[in-house]
């Protein structure tokens, strides 16, 4: 399984791509970070986000897109462009009929160091050590990215099954 993840903000939008299975060492394919200035115009700064998580879905074919959810916080604004920037994520990717899973900070969090409320040294740690990496990814947003592709590498073969047996069930209902 190829996943993008995408760790979504609109001056640091960090991408990564993770390769393998549950159970088995994982590979970094790339990482890093679409970036746009501060000062420029919004509209300018959306189209700057997609054009470049345009390219690395260009570059790296994945069969997902993992985007962090967003979450409230205390300041409406930072809500607002992590909002915007996790929308063109998700747009690009269904344009190209790639599934899009979401998750919380705290699941992507626990999935990788076994705690939810791991802080970004213990997840950029985490990070290295599970693709191996001689150091982590700078800056944190893009060790945050490869976070969500392992997470959903990890979490995906447990909820498909959720996914089907809750169709499964479903199914039986109506044929009674």
């Not at 903000?9 to 993770?18: D, P």
């Not at 409406?76 to 919380?104: E, F, K, N």
């Not at 990496?133 to 490869?146: E, Q, R, T, V, W």
Request: hydrophobic share 45%.
């Amino acid at each position: 399984m190829r996943v993008l993840g995408v760790d979504p903000g609109l001056t640091r939008c960090g991408v990564g791509v993770v390769e393998g299975v549950a159970g088995r060492p994982l590979t970094m394919l790339g990482v890093g970070v679409v970036r746009t200035p501060a000062d420029a115009e919004l509209g300018h700064r959306l189209v700057a986000i997609e054009q470049g998580i345009e390219q690395w879905l260009d570059d790296h074919k994945p069969e997902f897109v993992a985007v962090e959810r967003v979450f409230s916080q205390h300041n409406v604004r930072t809500v607002m462009g992590t909002a915007q920037a996790s929308a063109i994520a998700t747009l690009c990717a269904a344009r190209r009929g790639i599934p899009v899973a979401l998750h919380t900070p705290s699941e992507v969090k626990a999935a990788v160091t076994g705690s939810g409320r791991a802080d970004k040294a213990q997840v950029g740690a985490m990070v290295t050590r599970l693709l191996r990496l001689g150091a982590p990814p700078k800056p944190a947003d893009a060790a945050d990215a490869l976070a969500l592709a392992i997470c959903h590498i990890w979490r995906a073969p447990a909820q498909n099954r959720l996914q089907q047996a809750v169709a499964l069930h479903a199914s039986k209902g109506r044929t009674s």
